[in-house]
C-alpha cells in the first residue's frame, strides 16, 4: 500500500463519499490510488480548482458533512484559495488536500514550487501540516477532519509527489510516533444556570422583544418558534440563516440588512429587547441603537461572543441546547400591538414585494423573475444566489417553506460560487432539485464552464434538474448601483458594461436544455418549463439594469440623491435615456408601493 492509496482508504473510513479536484502532476500519487480504488471515494472533476473549492464549500453547506477537495501543487494549489476563504467565513468544514514538489526539490526554486504552508496558514489557521514521512499519517488527515468538523473551518493537508509514492507504513509504539483514532465527538454545550436565569430575566422584562437568528439556529427551528410564540417576538434572519426558519410564519420578517426587509429594519430600530441566536450579523447599523435595547447572546463560539451589539447577557452554547434549557425559564407574554404589528408589517411588505414586481420594466423586471419563482418552488428545493444584484432578490423575494435550504457566499460575498454551490449540492442530494440565481457578470466570470461539470455528471443524479438563471442586464449591476448611491458617481461604462452572451444557446450546445426570455409574459412559462425539464436548463432572462436595489432603510431623499446622480452624468445604453433611467428608479422609491404612502411611519428616520 502507498502512501496514496492509505489517504484514499481514510477518507472513505472518515466516510467522505467525494473529492471535489481537478488533476494536476502534483497529485500524479493520488490519482493513480484513484484508479487502484475504482475511484472511492468518488473524483469529481471541476473545470477549474476554484470551482472545485466552491462545489466542496456547496457540498457541506448543503451535506452538514465535511466538504473535501484536491488541486496539484503551485497554481493548483493556489487556485483553491478564493473557495477555501469562502467556507472559512462562512464557517463551513472544508479540508483541502494539496500536492507538493518532491522533498528534493524544494528550497530550489523549482518548478511549480510555493511556500504552500506560508501560502496557507491564513486560510486554514487552525490546522495545515506537511506529510513529510509516512508515519504521520494517520494522525495528519484525521486531525484536518476533526478540526474542520469541530471548529466549522477550513483545514489544509499538503502531500509531497514523492511521499505519495512511498510504502506506507503505520506509526509505531515508539518516541516521537504520534498513533491516532478515527472519528470525531458531538458535543452540545449548555451555559451555566446562573447566566440563563440573568438571560431570561432580560427576556422576560421586555415588552417589546426581537430575535435575530443565523445559520447556528437551524439546528433549533422548533426551539426558535416556541421562544417567538412565548415572547411575542418577532424573528428577523440574517442572510445565511434565510433557511433556518420557514417564511410563512406570520411574525418571521425575512431578512436583514442592506438586502434585507423593511419589516426586519423597524422591528429592530422599534424593539426594547434582543436576543441573537447563532449569528455574527457584521451590520450594526441595522442593529437596535446601543442605549434602545437590553440585549442577550446565543452562540457557539467563545471567539464570536459579545461581538456586534453591547449584550447585557452572553451565553455561550449550542443554540438548540441551550433554548431548550432557556425556555422553562421564560414567561408568556400576550400577544398585544407589538406582535400585531410585526404581523401587519410583514404581511404588507410581501404586498410591497408583489407591487415591485408588478413594476414594468426594460425588458423584463428581475424582481419579476424572481417573485415568479416564489409560487412555484418545490418545498425541498436547494437554493444558491451569486453575489451582485441577484442576491438582493433571493434575499427579499423567495419564501422558504417545507425543507427548503438556501445559501450564498455570505462573509466573503465573492462571484462565481452560486453554479458551483447547486452542483455540489447535487452531489450531495441528488434526488432534490436545485436552483442557482446567478447574475451575467458571475457567469461569464466561470459559471458557464462549470456548465459543463454538469453536463458531465446530470445522468448520475436520481433527479436530474439543476436550474441556472441567468439575469442578464449587461451591466455589473450591483457595482453599478453602489457607485451611484454610495458614490454620488455615474455608470463608468468601461468598467461596468459587459457583452450580451447567449447563455441558454451554449447550454443547448452542451447538451443542456434552455430558453432565453426577452419579455414579461414569458417568465412564468420559462420557469415551468426548466421545473419540469429532464436534464440541467439554463434560462437566459433578459433583464432591466434600471431597477434599482433599494435598500429597507432608504429615505426618499437618499434615492433622490440617486436620480440625480443618474440624471447628472449617466451615459446613455441600449436606447435607455437618462430621463427614463429616472423614472424607473422613481417607480421603485421607499412608499411608492406602501398602501398608505409611508414605509412604516419611519420614513424621514
Given at each position: 500500500m502507498k502512501v496514496s492509496d492509505y489517504v484514499l482508504q481514510r477518507l472513505r473510513e472518515w466516510e467522505v463519499d467525494h473529492v471535489f479536484s481537478y488533476a494536476g502532476d502534483g497529485i500524479n500519487g493520488l490519482l493513480a490510488a484513484w484508479g487502484r480504488a475504482d475511484n472511492q471515494p468518488k473524483f469529481v472533476q471541476a473545470r477549474h480548482e476554484e470551482m472545485a473549492a466552491f462545489e466542496a464549500v456547496g457540498y457541506a453547506k448543503f451535506s452538514g458533512k465535511v466538504g473535501v477537495c484536491a488541486a496539484t501543487s503551485g497554481p493548483g494549489a493556489i487556485h483553491l484559495l478564493n473557495g477555501l476563504y469562502d467556507a472559512k467565513l462562512d464557517h463551513v468544514p472544508v479540508v483541502a488536500i494539496v500536492g507538493q514538489t518532491n522533498r528534493s526539490a524544494m528550497g530550489g526554486s523549482y518548478q511549480q514550487e510555493v511556500d504552500l504552508l506560508s501560502l496557507y496558514k491564513d486560510v486554514a489557521s487552525d490546522f495545515c501540516e506537511m506529510v513529510t514521512v509516512p508515519e504521520q499519517l494517520p494522525n495528519v488527515l484525521d486531525r484536518a477532519m476533526r478540526t474542520a468538523y469541530s471548529r466549522r473551518t477550513v483545514t489544509a493537508v499538503?502531500?509531497?509527489?514523492?511521499?505519495?509514492?512511498?510504502?506506507?507504513?503505520?506509526?509505531?509504539?515508539?518516541?516521537?510516533?504520534v498513533p491516532s483514532s478515527l472519528g470525531t465527538a458531538t458535543s452540545a454545550p449548555v451555559p451555566a444556570d446562573a447566566d440563563l436565569t440573568r438571560a431570561a430575566e432580560v427576556l422576560n422584562a421586555g415588552e417589546k422583544v426581537a430575535v435575530l437568528i443565523g445559520q447556528g439556529a437551524r439546528g433549533a427551528r422548533a426551539e426558535v418558534q416556541e421562544l417567538a410564540e412565548l415572547l411575542g417576538a418577532g424573528v428577523a434572519k440574517a442572510l445565511l440563516g434565510k433557511d433556518a426558519l420557514p417564511d410563512d410564519l406570520?411574525?418571521?420578517?425575512?431578512?436583514?440588512?442592506?438586502?434585507?426587509?423593511?419589516?426586519?429594519?423597524?422591528?429592530?430600530?422599534?424593539?426594547?429587547?434582543?436576543?441573537?441566536?447563532?449569528?455574527?450579523?457584521?451590520?450594526?447599523?441595522?442593529?437596535?441603537e446601543f442605549d434602545q435595547a437590553r440585549a442577550v447572546q446565543i452562540e457557539i463560539d467563545p471567539h464570536n461572543i459579545g461581538m456586534r451589539y453591547p449584550f447585557e447577557v452572553n451565553l455561550v452554547g449550542d443554540a438548540k441546547e441551550t433554548l431548550k434549557a432557556l425556555l422553562p425559564r421564560l414567561k408568556r407574554k400576550k400577544h398585544g400591538a407589538w406582535r400585531k404589528k410585526i404581523e401587519k408589517d410583514t404581511a404588507r411588505w410581501w404586498e410591497v414585494m408583489e407591487g415591485r414586481a408588478a413594476v414594468e420594466a426594460d425588458p423584463v423586471n428581475p424582481e419579476h423573475v424572481v417573485h415568479s419563482l416564489d409560487a412555484l418552488l418545490p418545498d425541498d428545493v436547494i437554493l444558491a444566489a451569486d453575489s451582485g444584484s441577484a442576491a438582493n432578490w433571493y434575499a427579499r423575494h423567495l419564501r422558504m417553506r417545507g425543507t427548503m435550504r438556501g445559501s450564498l457566499s455570505g462573509?466573503?460575498?465573492?462571484?462565481?460560487?452560486?453554479?458551483?454551490?447547486?452542483?455540489?449540492?447535487?452531489?450531495?442530494?441528488?434526488?432534490?432539485?436545485?436552483?442557482?440565481?446567478?447574475?451575467?457578470?458571475?457567469?461569464?466570470?466561470?459559471?458557464?464552464?462549470?456548465l459543463i461539470t454538469a453536463a458531465k455528471y446530470w445522468q448520475e443524479w436520481q433527479d436530474p434538474r439543476l436550474i441556472v438563471a441567468v439575469l442578464n442586464n449587461q451591466d455589473l449591476n450591483q457595482v453599478t448601483w453602489e457607485m451611484r448611491a454610495m458614490s454620488g458617481a455615474p455608470?463608468?461604462?468601461?468598467?461596468?458594461?459587459?457583452?450580451?452572451?447567449?447563455?441558454?444557446?451554449?447550454?443547448?450546445?452542451?447538451?443542456?436544455?434552455?430558453?432565453?426570455?426577452?419579455?414579461?409574459?414569458?417568465?412564468?412559462a420559462a420557469w415551468?418549463?426548466?421545473?419540469?425539464?429532464?436534464?440541467?436548463?439554463?434560462?437566459?432572462?433578459?433583464?432591466?439594469?434600471?431597477?434599482?436595489?433599494?435598500?429597507?432603510?432608504?429615505?426618499?431623499?437618499?434615492?433622490?440623491?440617486?436620480?440625480?446622480?443618474?440624471?447628472?452624468?449617466?451615459?446613455?445604453?441600449?436606447?435607455?435615456?437618462?430621463?427614463?433611467?429616472?423614472?424607473?428608479?422613481?417607480?421603485?422609491l421607499p412608499g411608492r408601493h406602501h398602501g398608505d404612502g409611508a414605509t412604516g411611519g419611519r420614513s424621514e428616520k
Open positions: 499538503i502531500i509531497p509527489a514523492d511521499v505519495q509514492e512511498l510504502d506506507y507504513s503505520p506509526p509505531t509504539h515508539a518516541f516521537k510516533m406570520p411574525y418571521v420578517t425575512g431578512a436583514i440588512g442592506l438586502l434585507g426587509t423593511r419589516p426586519s429594519y423597524e422591528l429592530m430600530m422599534d424593539c426594547d429587547t434582543l436576543l441573537v441566536v447563532g449569528s455574527s450579523f457584521p451590520y450594526s447599523q441595522f442593529l437596535p462573509t466573503l460575498a465573492t462571484m462565481g460560487p452560486g453554479v458551483p454551490y447547486v452542483i455540489g449540492a447535487k452531489f450531495a442530494h441528488p434526488g432534490r432539485p436545485a436552483i442557482a440565481i446567478v447574475g451575467d457578470g458571475a457567469m461569464q466570470m466561470n459559471g458557464m464552464a462549470e455608470q463608468f461604462l468601461p468598467s461596468q458594461a459587459i457583452p450580451d452572451v447567449p447563455y441558454a444557446d451554449f447550454a443547448r450546445s452542451i447538451g443542456l436544455g434552455g430558453v432565453r426570455v426577452e419579455k414579461p409574459d414569458q417568465v412564468e415551468r418549463q426548466a421545473l419540469g425539464s429532464d436534464r440541467p436548463f439554463v434560462i437566459d432572462f433578459r433583464t432591466d439594469p434600471a431597477v434599482p436595489p433599494i435598500p429597507p432603510h432608504a429615505t426618499r431623499d437618499q434615492a433622490e440623491a440617486v436620480v440625480s446622480s443618474i440624471v447628472k452624468g449617466d451615459s446613455d445604453r441600449g436606447g435607455m435615456i437618462k430621463q427614463g433611467i429616472k423614472a424607473k428608479v422613481q417607480e421603485f
